[in-house]
Protein backbone atom coordinates (compact mmCIF):
# COMPACT_ATOMS: atom_id res chain seq x y z
CA UNK A 1 0.00 0.00 0.00
CA UNK A 2 1.06 3.32 -0.79
CA UNK A 3 0.67 6.47 1.06
CA UNK A 4 -0.77 8.63 -1.72
CA UNK A 5 -1.51 8.52 -5.34
CA UNK A 6 -2.77 11.30 -7.77
CA UNK A 7 -5.00 10.83 -10.34
CA UNK A 8 -4.56 13.10 -13.80
CA UNK A 9 -1.67 14.14 -15.34
CA UNK A 10 -2.39 17.64 -16.17
CA UNK A 11 -0.67 20.77 -15.19
CA UNK A 12 -2.44 20.22 -12.01
CA UNK A 13 -2.11 16.08 -11.16
CA UNK A 14 1.91 17.06 -12.54
CA UNK A 15 2.43 20.11 -10.11
CA UNK A 16 0.21 18.32 -7.08
CA UNK A 17 3.34 14.94 -7.59
CA UNK A 18 6.09 17.65 -7.59
CA UNK A 19 4.60 19.67 -4.65
CA UNK A 20 4.75 16.66 -2.59
CA UNK A 21 7.96 15.50 -3.96
CA UNK A 22 9.01 18.68 -2.52
CA UNK A 23 7.71 18.29 0.68
CA UNK A 24 8.82 14.74 1.04
CA UNK A 25 5.91 12.51 0.26
CA UNK A 26 7.19 9.49 -2.58
CA UNK A 27 3.84 9.04 -4.67
CA UNK A 28 2.42 7.41 -7.80
CA UNK A 29 1.05 9.70 -10.62
CA UNK A 30 -1.19 7.26 -12.90
CA UNK A 31 -0.77 9.01 -16.69
CA UNK A 32 -2.53 8.31 -19.68
CA UNK A 33 0.58 7.07 -22.13
CA UNK A 34 2.06 9.34 -24.18
CA UNK A 35 0.44 10.19 -27.71
CA UNK A 36 2.52 12.10 -30.59
CA UNK A 37 1.62 15.43 -31.25
CA UNK A 38 -1.32 16.07 -34.01
CA UNK A 39 -0.96 17.85 -37.61
CA UNK A 40 -1.96 21.62 -35.56
CA UNK A 41 0.54 22.64 -32.89
CA UNK A 42 -1.19 23.26 -29.66
CA UNK A 43 -0.60 27.46 -29.31
CA UNK A 44 -2.87 27.84 -26.21
CA UNK A 45 -1.73 29.09 -22.91
CA UNK A 46 -2.14 29.99 -19.43
CA UNK A 47 -2.32 33.37 -17.52
CA UNK A 48 -0.24 32.23 -14.23
CA UNK A 49 -0.16 34.97 -11.40
CA UNK A 50 2.92 35.38 -9.30
CA UNK A 51 2.28 33.07 -6.55
CA UNK A 52 1.36 30.14 -9.24
CA UNK A 53 4.73 31.40 -10.37
CA UNK A 54 6.45 30.67 -7.38
CA UNK A 55 5.00 27.46 -6.97
CA UNK A 56 6.63 26.87 -10.37
CA UNK A 57 10.10 27.81 -9.16
CA UNK A 58 9.94 25.89 -5.91
CA UNK A 59 9.42 22.38 -7.67
CA UNK A 60 12.15 23.32 -10.08
CA UNK A 61 10.46 24.03 -13.31
CA UNK A 62 10.22 27.91 -14.14
CA UNK A 63 14.06 27.76 -15.28
CA UNK A 64 12.46 25.25 -18.21
CA UNK A 65 9.52 27.39 -19.50
CA UNK A 66 10.48 31.17 -18.39
CA UNK A 67 12.27 31.70 -21.94
CA UNK A 68 8.84 30.95 -24.12
CA UNK A 69 6.92 33.13 -21.63
CA UNK A 70 5.66 37.01 -22.02
CA UNK A 71 5.42 39.13 -18.32
CA UNK A 72 1.94 40.30 -17.79
CA UNK A 73 2.66 44.10 -16.52
CA UNK A 74 -0.73 45.59 -16.77
CA UNK A 75 -4.58 44.49 -16.88
CA UNK A 76 -6.60 46.56 -19.16
CA UNK A 77 -10.70 46.11 -18.95
CA UNK A 78 -12.93 47.94 -21.86
CA UNK A 79 -16.43 47.98 -21.94
CA UNK A 80 -17.65 46.81 -25.09
CA UNK A 81 -21.43 45.88 -24.53
CA UNK A 82 -22.92 49.06 -25.89
CA UNK A 83 -25.04 49.54 -22.59
CA UNK A 84 -26.46 52.70 -21.97
CA UNK A 85 -24.58 53.05 -19.18
CA UNK A 86 -21.05 52.65 -19.71
CA UNK A 87 -18.53 51.55 -17.67
CA UNK A 88 -14.75 53.34 -17.66
CA UNK A 89 -11.84 51.70 -19.02
CA UNK A 90 -9.35 50.35 -16.62
CA UNK A 91 -6.06 49.50 -16.26
CA UNK A 92 -4.44 47.91 -13.37
CA UNK A 93 -0.70 48.37 -13.02
CA UNK A 94 1.66 45.90 -11.27
CA UNK A 95 3.40 48.45 -9.91
CA UNK A 96 0.68 49.88 -7.85
CA UNK A 97 0.94 46.94 -5.82
CA UNK A 98 4.72 47.27 -5.68
CA UNK A 99 4.63 44.11 -8.40
CA UNK A 100 7.15 44.26 -11.24
CA UNK A 101 4.72 42.06 -13.15
CA UNK A 102 1.32 40.09 -12.21
CA UNK A 103 2.75 37.04 -13.85
CA UNK A 104 3.76 35.74 -16.67
CA UNK A 105 1.45 34.16 -19.69
CA UNK A 106 2.78 30.54 -20.44
CA UNK A 107 2.53 27.85 -23.49
CA UNK A 108 0.63 25.24 -22.34
CA UNK A 109 2.95 22.85 -24.24
CA UNK A 110 5.86 24.43 -22.76
CA UNK A 111 4.70 24.13 -19.22
CA UNK A 112 3.53 19.91 -19.58
CA UNK A 113 6.51 19.23 -21.07
CA UNK A 114 8.18 20.59 -17.97
CA UNK A 115 6.47 19.50 -15.82
CA UNK A 116 6.33 15.69 -17.07
CA UNK A 117 10.53 16.19 -17.66
CA UNK A 118 10.79 17.02 -14.23
CA UNK A 119 8.17 14.11 -12.61
CA UNK A 120 10.48 11.68 -14.42
CA UNK A 121 13.47 12.97 -12.81
CA UNK A 122 12.23 12.84 -9.44
CA UNK A 123 13.11 10.17 -7.07
CA UNK A 124 10.25 10.26 -5.19
CA UNK A 125 7.37 10.66 -8.42
CA UNK A 126 6.69 6.75 -9.37
CA UNK A 127 4.60 7.26 -12.91
CA UNK A 128 2.33 4.12 -13.99
CA UNK A 129 0.76 4.72 -17.75
CA UNK A 130 -2.53 3.34 -17.33
CA UNK A 131 -5.62 3.97 -20.17
CA UNK A 132 -7.75 4.67 -16.93
CA UNK A 133 -8.86 4.26 -13.75
CA UNK A 134 -12.28 1.90 -13.92
CA UNK A 135 -13.17 1.64 -10.36
CA UNK A 136 -12.22 3.23 -6.91
CA UNK A 137 -13.30 0.54 -3.79
CA UNK A 138 -12.63 2.66 -0.82
CA UNK A 139 -12.49 1.14 2.48
CA UNK A 140 -12.02 2.36 6.07
CA UNK A 141 -8.12 2.51 5.78
CA UNK A 142 -7.49 2.48 1.62
CA UNK A 143 -8.75 2.94 -1.31
CA UNK A 144 -7.98 0.44 -4.16
CA UNK A 145 -7.90 1.74 -7.90
CA UNK A 146 -8.44 -0.82 -10.37
CA UNK A 147 -6.88 0.12 -13.45
CA UNK A 148 -7.93 -0.49 -17.20
CA UNK A 149 -5.03 -3.15 -17.66
CA UNK A 150 -6.45 -5.27 -14.76
CA UNK A 151 -4.00 -4.48 -12.22
CA UNK A 152 -4.72 -2.62 -9.14
CA UNK A 153 -3.01 0.04 -6.40
CA UNK A 154 -3.50 0.97 -2.91
CA UNK A 155 -3.54 4.02 -1.42
CA UNK A 156 -4.99 5.88 1.91
CA UNK A 157 -4.96 9.35 0.21
CA UNK A 158 -6.20 9.44 -3.16
CA UNK A 159 -5.59 13.05 -5.21
CA UNK A 160 -8.14 13.30 -7.69
CA UNK A 161 -6.76 15.46 -10.56
CA UNK A 162 -9.05 13.44 -13.31
CA UNK A 163 -11.17 16.66 -14.49
CA UNK A 164 -15.04 18.10 -14.40
CA UNK A 165 -16.26 14.62 -15.27
CA UNK A 166 -14.17 13.07 -12.33
CA UNK A 167 -14.89 9.23 -11.42
CA UNK A 168 -13.03 9.97 -8.33
CA UNK A 169 -15.30 12.29 -7.14
CA UNK A 170 -18.13 10.09 -8.02
CA UNK A 171 -16.49 7.12 -6.22
CA UNK A 172 -16.48 9.54 -3.47
CA UNK A 173 -19.72 10.67 -3.16
CA UNK A 174 -19.23 14.00 -4.00
CA UNK A 175 -22.12 15.92 -5.73
CA UNK A 176 -21.69 19.11 -7.76
CA UNK A 177 -23.81 22.19 -8.40
CA UNK A 178 -23.31 22.56 -12.13
CA UNK A 179 -24.82 24.83 -14.63
CA UNK A 180 -24.32 25.44 -18.55
CA UNK A 181 -23.42 29.05 -19.70
CA UNK A 182 -24.73 28.92 -22.98
CA UNK A 183 -21.31 30.36 -24.31
CA UNK A 184 -18.76 28.68 -26.00
CA UNK A 185 -14.99 29.80 -25.84
CA UNK A 186 -12.63 30.07 -29.39
CA UNK A 187 -9.20 29.86 -28.19
CA UNK A 188 -5.74 30.22 -30.17
CA UNK A 189 -2.65 32.29 -30.31
CA UNK A 190 -2.30 34.96 -33.38
CA UNK A 191 0.44 37.61 -34.38
CA UNK A 192 -0.21 41.07 -35.03
CA UNK A 193 1.17 44.25 -36.21
CA UNK A 194 1.25 46.59 -32.77
CA UNK A 195 3.62 45.74 -29.27
CA UNK A 196 1.02 44.58 -26.67
CA UNK A 197 3.56 46.10 -24.81
CA UNK A 198 3.04 43.39 -21.76
CA UNK A 199 -1.05 44.46 -21.26
CA UNK A 200 -3.45 41.67 -21.12
CA UNK A 201 -6.52 43.28 -22.40
CA UNK A 202 -10.10 42.18 -21.75
CA UNK A 203 -13.05 43.36 -23.39
CA UNK A 204 -16.13 43.13 -21.75
CA UNK A 205 -18.82 42.10 -24.95
CA UNK A 206 -22.84 41.06 -24.04
CA UNK A 207 -21.90 37.47 -25.58
CA UNK A 208 -18.96 37.75 -23.16
CA UNK A 209 -15.33 38.73 -23.12
CA UNK A 210 -12.81 38.60 -24.96
CA UNK A 211 -9.16 38.31 -23.90
CA UNK A 212 -5.60 38.85 -25.33
CA UNK A 213 -3.11 37.93 -23.26
CA UNK A 214 0.84 38.66 -24.35
CA UNK A 215 2.72 36.24 -25.62
CA UNK A 216 6.57 37.08 -26.37
CA UNK A 217 7.22 38.89 -29.53
CA UNK A 218 4.13 40.47 -31.20
CA UNK A 219 1.83 37.51 -30.87
CA UNK A 220 -0.88 37.03 -28.53
CA UNK A 221 -3.51 34.05 -27.05
CA UNK A 222 -7.06 34.99 -27.51
CA UNK A 223 -10.00 33.63 -25.58
CA UNK A 224 -12.95 34.87 -27.38
CA UNK A 225 -16.37 33.55 -25.43
CA UNK A 226 -19.37 34.04 -27.94
CA UNK A 227 -23.14 32.46 -28.20
CA UNK A 228 -22.29 28.85 -29.18
CA UNK A 229 -23.71 29.51 -32.68
CA UNK A 230 -21.58 32.31 -33.33
CA UNK A 231 -18.53 30.12 -31.90
CA UNK A 232 -19.55 27.39 -34.18
CA UNK A 233 -19.28 30.02 -37.07
CA UNK A 234 -15.97 31.41 -35.89
CA UNK A 235 -14.19 27.90 -35.91
CA UNK A 236 -15.61 27.17 -39.51
CA UNK A 237 -13.97 30.09 -40.84
CA UNK A 238 -10.59 29.76 -43.27
CA UNK A 239 -7.85 31.54 -41.13
CA UNK A 240 -8.53 34.44 -43.13
CA UNK A 241 -11.93 35.42 -42.39
CA UNK A 242 -11.21 34.66 -38.98
CA UNK A 243 -8.51 37.55 -38.50
CA UNK A 244 -10.59 39.89 -40.88
CA UNK A 245 -13.45 39.39 -38.19
CA UNK A 246 -10.63 39.27 -34.97
CA UNK A 247 -9.22 42.32 -36.33
CA UNK A 248 -12.14 44.05 -36.44
CA UNK A 249 -13.43 43.21 -32.86
CA UNK A 250 -10.35 43.89 -31.36
CA UNK A 251 -10.85 47.75 -32.56
CA UNK A 252 -7.42 48.10 -33.64
CA UNK A 253 -5.92 47.65 -30.28
CA UNK A 254 -2.97 45.11 -31.86
CA UNK A 255 -2.90 46.75 -35.88
CA UNK A 256 -3.72 44.14 -38.54
CA UNK A 257 -3.37 40.55 -37.37
CA UNK A 258 -0.79 39.16 -39.63
CA UNK A 259 -1.69 34.85 -38.48
CA UNK A 260 -3.50 33.01 -36.74
CA UNK A 261 -2.76 29.70 -35.11
CA UNK A 262 -5.16 26.75 -34.52
CA UNK A 263 -8.13 27.14 -32.69
CA UNK A 264 -10.03 25.54 -30.01
CA UNK A 265 -13.60 25.66 -29.24
CA UNK A 266 -14.84 24.16 -25.74
CA UNK A 267 -18.35 25.00 -23.77
CA UNK A 268 -18.28 26.78 -20.67
CA UNK A 269 -20.25 25.96 -17.91
CA UNK A 270 -20.17 26.90 -13.87
CA UNK A 271 -19.61 23.87 -11.72
CA UNK A 272 -18.62 23.71 -7.59
CA UNK A 273 -18.16 20.31 -5.92
CA UNK A 274 -19.80 20.31 -2.68
CA UNK A 275 -16.99 19.36 -0.71
CA UNK A 276 -12.92 19.04 -1.19
CA UNK A 277 -12.27 15.85 -0.14
CA UNK A 278 -14.49 12.91 1.24
CA UNK A 279 -13.59 9.02 1.62
CA UNK A 280 -9.85 9.35 1.85
CA UNK A 281 -10.16 10.66 -2.11
CA UNK A 282 -9.16 14.76 -2.34
CA UNK A 283 -10.13 16.77 -5.28
CA UNK A 284 -8.17 19.28 -7.13
CA UNK A 285 -8.52 21.50 -10.43
CA UNK A 286 -11.43 20.88 -12.29
CA UNK A 287 -12.55 18.10 -10.49
CA UNK A 288 -13.29 20.15 -7.31
CA UNK A 289 -14.74 23.53 -9.65
CA UNK A 290 -14.48 24.88 -13.30
CA UNK A 291 -15.74 28.58 -14.68
CA UNK A 292 -15.70 30.67 -17.54
CA UNK A 293 -12.44 32.27 -18.16
CA UNK A 294 -12.75 35.47 -16.94
CA UNK A 295 -9.47 37.16 -14.50
CA UNK A 296 -7.56 33.90 -15.25
CA UNK A 297 -8.98 32.28 -12.50
CA UNK A 298 -9.34 28.68 -13.74
CA UNK A 299 -5.33 26.94 -13.24
CA UNK A 300 -4.43 29.75 -10.76
CA UNK A 301 -7.09 27.90 -8.73
CA UNK A 302 -6.07 24.69 -9.14
CA UNK A 303 -2.51 25.24 -8.64
CA UNK A 304 -3.24 26.58 -5.19
CA UNK A 305 -5.21 23.11 -4.49
CA UNK A 306 -2.00 21.30 -5.39
CA UNK A 307 -0.13 23.42 -3.11
CA UNK A 308 -2.31 23.25 0.19
CA UNK A 309 -2.65 19.37 -0.53
CA UNK A 310 0.88 18.63 -0.78
CA UNK A 311 1.65 20.62 2.10
CA UNK A 312 -1.71 19.18 4.18
CA UNK A 313 -0.60 15.60 3.17
CA UNK A 314 3.39 16.06 4.01
CA UNK A 315 2.79 17.95 7.53
CA UNK A 316 0.53 14.84 8.40
CA UNK A 317 3.24 12.01 7.29
CA UNK A 318 6.16 13.94 9.14
CA UNK A 319 4.00 13.50 12.02
CA UNK A 320 3.05 10.16 11.41
CA UNK A 321 -0.59 10.15 10.61
CA UNK A 322 -2.81 9.22 8.07
CA UNK A 323 -3.13 11.62 5.25
CA UNK A 324 -6.53 10.49 4.33
CA UNK A 325 -8.26 10.25 7.65
CA UNK A 326 -11.18 12.71 7.93
CA UNK A 327 -9.11 15.33 9.66
CA UNK A 328 -6.88 16.02 7.16
CA UNK A 329 -9.51 15.80 4.23
CA UNK A 330 -11.38 18.30 6.66
CA UNK A 331 -8.50 20.58 6.76
CA UNK A 332 -8.10 20.71 2.95
CA UNK A 333 -11.49 21.45 2.64
CA UNK A 334 -11.27 23.86 5.29
CA UNK A 335 -8.32 25.74 3.41
CA UNK A 336 -9.99 25.54 -0.21
CA UNK A 337 -13.51 25.44 -0.69
CA UNK A 338 -14.03 29.34 0.54
CA UNK A 339 -11.43 30.03 -2.19
CA UNK A 340 -13.38 28.07 -4.77
CA UNK A 341 -16.76 29.44 -3.59
CA UNK A 342 -15.71 33.04 -4.05
CA UNK A 343 -13.96 32.43 -7.23
CA UNK A 344 -16.82 30.97 -8.63
CA UNK A 345 -19.31 33.33 -7.42
CA UNK A 346 -17.20 36.33 -8.49
CA UNK A 347 -16.73 35.19 -11.90
CA UNK A 348 -20.21 33.75 -12.25
CA UNK A 349 -21.62 37.64 -10.73
CA UNK A 350 -19.23 39.03 -13.76
CA UNK A 351 -20.16 36.97 -16.74
CA UNK A 352 -24.24 36.83 -15.79
CA UNK A 353 -23.78 40.87 -15.41
CA UNK A 354 -22.16 41.48 -18.91
CA UNK A 355 -24.67 39.22 -20.77
CA UNK A 356 -27.55 40.70 -18.95
CA UNK A 357 -30.33 43.05 -20.81
CA UNK A 358 -31.15 44.34 -17.61
CA UNK A 359 -30.79 48.45 -17.11
CA UNK A 360 -30.61 48.04 -13.51
CA UNK A 361 -27.91 45.41 -13.85
CA UNK A 362 -25.63 47.40 -16.46
CA UNK A 363 -26.19 50.54 -14.05
CA UNK A 364 -24.93 48.16 -10.74
CA UNK A 365 -21.88 47.05 -12.99
CA UNK A 366 -20.80 50.61 -14.70
CA UNK A 367 -21.12 52.21 -10.79
CA UNK A 368 -18.91 49.46 -9.56
CA UNK A 369 -16.61 49.54 -12.17
CA UNK A 370 -17.03 53.56 -11.51
CA UNK A 371 -15.83 53.31 -8.16
CA UNK A 372 -13.19 50.82 -8.45
CA UNK A 373 -11.76 53.37 -10.99
CA UNK A 374 -12.11 56.47 -8.39
CA UNK A 375 -10.73 54.63 -5.08
CA UNK A 376 -7.05 53.56 -5.37
CA UNK A 377 -7.22 51.43 -1.61
CA UNK A 378 -10.03 49.34 -3.71
CA UNK A 379 -8.30 48.92 -6.60
CA UNK A 380 -5.12 47.75 -4.85
CA UNK A 381 -6.94 45.40 -2.99
CA UNK A 382 -9.24 44.30 -5.75
CA UNK A 383 -5.37 43.78 -7.61
CA UNK A 384 -4.03 41.66 -4.53
CA UNK A 385 -7.40 39.68 -4.01
CA UNK A 386 -7.00 38.68 -7.62
CA UNK A 387 -3.87 37.14 -7.59
CA UNK A 388 -4.41 35.42 -3.99
CA UNK A 389 -7.15 34.75 -1.38
CA UNK A 390 -7.65 36.03 1.88
CA UNK A 391 -4.91 34.68 4.04
CA UNK A 392 -1.57 33.69 4.26
CA UNK A 393 -0.28 31.42 0.85
CA UNK A 394 1.10 27.96 1.32
CA UNK A 395 4.73 27.81 1.44
CA UNK A 396 5.19 26.25 -1.83
CA UNK A 397 3.78 29.69 -2.97
CA UNK A 398 5.98 32.36 -1.33
CA UNK A 399 8.88 33.83 -1.98
CA UNK A 400 11.18 33.14 1.30
CA UNK A 401 13.70 29.89 0.65
CA UNK A 402 12.21 26.75 1.73
Known amino acids: ?122 AAVRIVESAGVRDFSIGED ?88 TAARLGAMDDKEFARNLQRNLQGLLGEIAQVGPRVLFPLSHMTAAAMGRNRIALIGEAAHAMPPIGAQGLNLSLRDAAVVAEIAGEALQAGNDPGSPFCLGAYQDARLPDAKERSFAVGSLNAALISGLIPVQLARGAGLHLINAVPPLRRRLMHLGLAPRGPLPPLMRRETL
Open 1 to 122: MQDVIVVGAGPAGLCTALALAERGVPNTLIAAPHRPAGDKPDTRTAALFNPSIQLLRNIGVWNAVVEHCAPLAAIRLIDDTAAIFRAPELTFHASEIAEAVFGFNVPQVRLLAALNAKAQDA
Open 142 to 229: LVTLHLAEGDSLDARLVIAADGRNSLARRAAGISVKESPCNQTAVACAFWHQRDHQSVSTEFHRRAGPMTVVPMPGRASSLVWVERPE
